[in-house]
């Protein structure tokens, strides 16, 4: 709770002088205090499109999912309706609209399109693993182990199972019996992200806690950890996951990433976001005015740059209500409905379907 300057009987017995500059403080930026009561933007949901490494899939307006890009698995989901979506590289995995099973897609040699078994709120992809955020707010993880000791080779953990041989199997002939749980010191989790060998979940309590790569100093000198799994002592509205980088919107609308910043891909601008979305060498977001705002595929050499800008930052303008990005391109769906991706198009992963009215 917030209480004025003057309710505190010591404070009454200084000169004004000295409470002025308090009161000014406390009124105008909340000094004292835990920051704001209520958040400074309101959040969109995200999770009806999602952009991999060179395909994309989206929700149509009845529940089916579309993908376009690359000729494979990738681009071949299951029939059914749904109401939400992750896709990472090459594979994808949805919850379904009425049962909120999950299935899964595409290609993996970890088993993270295997089908798992229950009822799941949300589902989160990432390097060779999959992740789903169960009704009691409990993390449960499939596929590629979640690495919490990044100097230890755990990918033959017996307890996480393996499918080598998936290849390009969509996942329906494969079950999961086992998962890696991850629950939380404080509340349950609301949201989930996993990356490369490391997941985060957002809390009730809006804290953000991660397990993985990344989770020990950045400044330990280990290979692959940049701290991507060690975030902030903050309050959260929203999180996401790229490949090695973590971008959240804090209570107060300000988008912050940390972990890998090789091509500034955690630098996004001042304003306030309603919406983040991070790949490995760049980040777009939703600004309060619904435009979106893009940062990153920066490099020192010429040619590095050339070969890492295909125009992924590079955002059209428009009201949009989701945006997601890719390795190298990036779509958002905007009001009207209607989808637009820019960015590398070599497989036509750029070239979305007709969605809108």
């Known amino acids: 709770m917030q209480l004025s300057p003057f309710s505190n009987p010591f404070l009454r ?25 209520e958040p400074a933007v309101d959040v969109l ?13 989206a929700i149509d307006p009845d529940g089916a999912i579309e993908c376009w890009g690359a000729d494979g698995a990738q681009t ?16 994808g995995c949805a919850v379904e609209a009425e049962s909120n099973n999950v299935r899964c897609w595409g290609s993996s040699t970890q088993g993270a399109t295997a089908t798992p078994e229950g009822e799941f709120e949300r589902v989160a992809t990432g390097n060779d693993t999959s992740c789903g955020l169960r009704p009691d707010g409990v993390i449960h993880c ?17 307890n996480i199972p393996q499918d080598p041989d998936n290849g390009d199997d969509n996942g329906d002939d494969e079950t999961v019996d086992d998962f890696e749980e991850f629950t939380s010191e404080n509340s349950a ?16 309590g809006r804290d953000i806690e991660c397990w993985g790569y990344g989770a020990e100093d950045p400044d330990n000198g280990r290979a692959g950890d940049f701290g991507q799994a060690n975030p902030p002592d903050e309050r959260y509205l929203a999180l996401n996951i790229g490949r090695r980088t973590t971008c959240t919107i804090h209570f107060d609308g300000h988008a912050h990433c940390f972990g890998h910043d090789s091509n500034q891909q955690a630098q996004p601008s001042d304003e306030l976001f309603r919406q983040v979305s991070v790949a ?8 309060t005015d619904d435009s979106v705002e893009c940062w990153g595929t920066y490099a020192e050499d010429p040619q590095e740059q050339e070969a890492l800008d ?17 390795d190298r391109h990036t779509c ?26």
């Open 13 to 37: 017995t200084l000169p004004a002088y000295w409470i002025a500059p308090f009161a000014v403080c406390l009124v105008l930026f909340g000094c004292g205090d835990d920051g704001p009561d």
């Open 45 to 57: 949901e995200a999770g009806t499109i999602a952009a991999g490494a060179d395909f994309s899939c």
């Open 76 to 91: 071949e989901p299951p029939s059914g309706t749904f109401r939400q979506l992750d896709v990472y590289n090459r594979f």
């Open 142 to 158: 499939w596929g590629r182990p979640i690495d919490s000791a990044p100097d230890e080779d755990n990918d033959n953990n017996d």
């Open 189 to 204: 989790f609301v949201d989930v992200a996993t990356g490369h060998r490391y997941v985060c979940g957002l809390t009730e």
């Open 280 to 287: 490995e060498v760049h980040g777009c977001g939703i600004v």
């Open 310 to 326: 295909r125009g992924q930052a590079n955002p059209p303008s428009g009201t949009f209500v989701e945006v997601t990005t890719g």
């Open 332 to 357: 958002g769906i905007l009001d009207s409905g209607d989808i637009e991706c820019w960015g590398a198009d070599d497989d036509g992963q750029a070239s979305p379907p007709s969605f809108g009215d």
